[in-house]
């Protein structure tokens, strides 16, 4: 580029406040941009997070209102007339699943004692064959075999038993250790490790929460159990789940006529996993609204305050025309002179956008502002600026030497 | 001229210049709009969302809180009140309950209770339902259109009856009186004692911890806390923090799994409650049971603030509404300004004819007023807009989402003081315009 900058920075130098201004809202737009952009991408992480099972497949029912001493019979009842159902694969008792209802969550110690607190799992209680009807990838160890299912005789957990755990609590409980065959205790009952698997999520996962997403355990289990009763998982063909889920609704009220189907729980996963991120796909929607709304405030200031400054100095550019300036030249100076202008306020910006992240850390669950959003936050900005400025440095350019010789 | 005149002059003044000028003024009138909409849209929600559930007599409502963790516990007492609040084991709400030291106590938990009707072809459903003690009704005010609650020998005697909502009372009984009626809980017969106005404070304090939902019409069904845990009720919330646990047996269990709420006569005696919480919790230290000397007894809302009840969400939009207010701010400084800029000569004119740099500065901040208003009724339009669309998401207090008065003139007030902090620097500028220099190119 033959043009110099010095003498456009000279012209600035007259143009103090109006300069300022522009160079502030960009600054301004450039630190709230940043760390919307932060938060949108924070929430879409969030949603995007891996349940381990075979969410394609499977479908949730529960039920309620119905006596507990009955519970045996009313599951096998609901089951078998569940699993008469065309196109259901299987049917098992589990007392929640990713995305459904909060169902366990238990205190866990690595000592018998109780002294070695390592925070609150969820746990996952399922009949036999429900670890392989998830679809839970093991990544080492063994599944639970027949033997592994233990009946619950007292309170929520069996006495003791043979776990699996996801590979996030493992590297939790015991960072750097092989898992397998290690123990640990919630009260007096016993657990010990047979299992790895890649991932399961926990039933309601909250962000804010002390407890991870992937803090899950899940314990073989044979009913009764005041956990497993009235809660089913149905795995069939990801083309007939929702037709299955709609004939499994159905059919609970000539199965279980005593019993109530809780509408709110009982869905497809996909379903359970859509109703679970509707906050935060709205709040992701909102900010999104924001910054182009944002951005569009700042592309039309410049429009404005451009325009105003073309028409100020028609007749500079009148004389410079007659000079022998070419239209091109005209338009690149403008374009050139907003670039710095804008460059001045993207240095400023990229300060106040990291100052604002730390201030959101300190007060908010916000993580600490990626370098990278800063050189993409400078390109958009950028480009705005060379967008909002071509109009007026059009009309610029189009300005005729004549005007040079016109008002003097 | 007198004052009245001069500003007739100048909003004449202004409205030629918005003539002269539509794009300028249009662009300016948006940005603010946006920006004002978005903040009055985010702050009704926080306002919604931060509200005294019960203004009245918030001052004297307290949540006693007690540690009851076993000494092997290393749960630090202060994250724990945050956690469980004022949570209880049964023994510990039943002893506080007895001990009459309050003006009024209630102990409740929540639980979902199914109601059966006799109505043929009607299926039985499940209703929020509060399972409480007696002063619960005149403790939290809420007043009856039928009947009344229950009394504390109710209470004790485990007596079968019920209260119920408005709401359920529409739907079961087509809102006529139903008291004396026996209504079937839980598989259970208890007689309906009365009839509840609509009643649905918000945020619902009572059931933050309890796992209840925050906002919405409230519950449906009222029962006795003694009467409803024998019939086997289950209850939302149980958290244990012991082993040895009897799922079937909570009132002896290590768990907490109800709260309590006391109702002092003066908001200055919650020194002398917190005195007697004390001396309860050493005497349970002394006989083995407690570990932990620690009590709190925050207000209402204390105690909403501590259950971090408005979410960090609604915070972080109302700062990033305020932030986009100010880059909107600032955008109308600089059209203002070019604006006014644009207009050095018609100044100069004014100024050569006798104008003062004070009336110069009077017009300018009159049109900058001017387009406040305009901007804060365009505001209006969008913060109606967004309200709108808050109703349509799917949180509990969605519904609850409208511009009130104090909304309403709030939008007016922030678009007035935006609009005339934009002004101050374009009219500075402006009443510095020399005549002479604009006259002579003319």
Not at chain 2, 32 to 44: D, E, N, P
Not at chain 2, 97 to 106: C, P, S, T, V, Y
Not at chain 2, 141 to 147: C, I, L, N, V
Request: proline share 5%.
């Amino acid at each position: 580029m033959h043009m110099q900058i010095q003498p456009i920075l000279a012209a600035l130098k007259h143009h103090k406040l109006a300069t300022v201004l522009i160079a502030m809202e960009i600054a301004l737009a450039c630190a709230v941009l940043c760390n919307a952009c932060l938060l949108i991408t924070n929430r879409l992480s969030a949603m995007h997070i891996n349940s381990g099972v075979d969410e394609s497949s499977l479908g949730f029912i529960a039920l309620q209102g119905f006596d507990p001493a009955a519970a045996r019979d009313l599951d096998a009842r609901v089951a078998a007339g569940l699993a008469g159902i065309p196109g259901v694969e299987s049917v098992h008792l589990i007392n929640s699943v990713p995305f459904g209802m909060q169902a366990g969550a238990f205190g866990i110690t690595l000592d018998q004692a109780g002294k070695q607190f390592r925070g609150v799992p969820e746990i996952y209680l399922g009949d036999p064959g429900t670890p392989q009807a998830l679809g839970l990838k093991l990544v080492a160890g063994r599944m639970p075999e027949a033997g592994d299912y233990q009946p619950i005789a007292q309170g929520y957990l069996p006495a003791s038993s043979n776990v699996l755990v996801t590979r996030a609590l493992a590297g939790h409980l015991w960072p750097g250790e092989n898992p397998l065959g290690k123990q640990f205790w919630t009260g007096e009952n016993q657990f010990r490790v047979i299992g790895v698997v890649a991932h399961l999520a926990v039933p309601q996962y909250d962000e804010e929460g002390e407890r991870g997403a992937e803090w899950t355990v899940f314990v073989p289990a044979l009913p009764p159990a005041s956990l497993l009763a009235g809660t089913f998982l149905i795995r069939a063909h990801p083309q007939d789940l929702d037709r299955v889920m709609v004939a499994a609704k159905a059919a609970i009220a000539r199965i279980a006529p005593d019993a109530v189907l809780d509408h709110e729980w009982s869905d497809t996963l996909p379903a359970l996993r859509t109703k679970f991120f509707r906050t935060d796909r709205a709040m992701a929607g909102l900010l999104v609204g924001v910054i182009v709304a944002l951005l569009g405030v700042t592309a039309f200031g410049i429009v404005g305050l451009a325009s105003f400054w073309v028409a100020q100095r028609r007749k500079q550019i009148g004389i410079r025309r007659a000079l022998g300036a070419t239209r091109a030249d005209i338009l690149r100076y403008f374009q050139t002179e907003n670039f710095l202008i804008v460059t001045f306020g993207i240095v400023a910006g990229v300060v106040m956008a990291i100052g604002i992240n730390l201030v959101l850390m300190k007060f908010f669950e916000v993580p600490r502002l990626p370098l990278w959003y800063l050189p993409v936050g400078v390109v958009a900005l950028w480009l705005l600026g060379q967008l909002a400025v071509l109009a007026p440095a059009l009309r610029a350019a189009a300005v005729p030497p004549v005007v040079a010789t016109r008002s003097v | 001229m007198g004052v009245n005149d001069m500003f007739g002059y100048y909003l004449d003044l202004a409205l030629r210049s918005f003539k002269r000028h539509r794009v300028l003024t249009a662009l300016m009138v948006m940005a603010l709009g946006l920006g004002i909409g978005a903040s009055i849209t985010t702050l009704a929600v926080l306002k919604l969302l931060s509200g005294d559930p019960l203004p009245q007599k918030s001052a004297r409502i307290f949540a006693p809180e007690i540690d009851p963790l076993t000494a092997a516990s290393t749960t630090k007492e202060d994250k724990l009140f945050e956690r469980w609040g004022n949570l209880m084991t049964w023994t510990d709400a039943m002893n506080l309950l007895h001990a009459r030291k309050a003006e009024r106590q209630a102990v409740m938990a929540l639980a979902s209770s199914k109601i059966t009707t006799a109505t043929p072809g009607q299926h039985p459903f499940f209703s929020d339902s509060v399972v409480t003690t007696s002063d619960f009704f005149s403790m939290f005010d809420a007043s009856f259109q039928y009947g009344s609650g229950w009394s504390a020998q109710d209470d004790e005697n485990r007596a079968h009856v019920v209260v119920i909502a408005g709401f359920l009372n529409d739907k079961l009984f087509g809102g006529a009186n139903s008291v004396g009626r026996i209504l079937r809980v839980n598989d259970h017969d208890y007689r309906i004692a009365g009839v509840l106005k609509p009643w649905a404070p918000q945020p619902r304090f009572y059931s933050v911890n309890l796992g209840g939902r925050g906002y919405g019409k409230g519950d449906a069904l009222f029962m006795p806390l003694q009467a409803a845990v024998a019939d086997k009720v289950n209850t939302q919330t149980v958290n244990c923090f012991d082993s040895g646990i009897d799922a079937d047996h909570l009132e002896t269990a290590p768990c907490v799994w109800v709260s309590t709420w006391v109702e002092l006569a003066n908001a200055s005696d919650a020194g002398a409650y917190k005195t007697f919480l004390s001396n309860y919790v050493a005497q349970q230290i002394a006989l083995g049971r407690f570990h932990h000397p620690g009590v709190a007894l925050p207000d209402l809302m204390g105690f909403l603030a501590q259950q971090r009840v408005v979410p960090d969400d609604a915070r972080m939009q109302t700062n990033l509404a305020f932030g986009f207010l100010l880059i909107c701010v600032v955008n109308t400084v600089g059209l203002l300004l070019a604006k006014c800029l644009r207009r050095s000569r018609e100044i100069g004119v004014r100024r050569a004819l006798g104008a003062t740099r004070g009336a110069i500065f009077t017009q300018f901040m009159v049109e900058s007023g001017m387009v406040g208003i305009a901007g804060g009724v365009l505001g209006l339009v969008f913060a109606e807009l967004g309200l709108w669309a808050i109703r349509h998401q799917p949180a509990e207090y969605a519904s609850l989402a409208h511009l009130d008065v104090s909304m309403f003139i709030a939008t007016f007030v922030i678009a007035l003081i935006a609009s005339l902090v934009a002004g101050l620097l374009p009219a500075w500028r402006a009443c510095a315009v020399a005549p002479a220099p604009q006259l002579k190119s003319v």
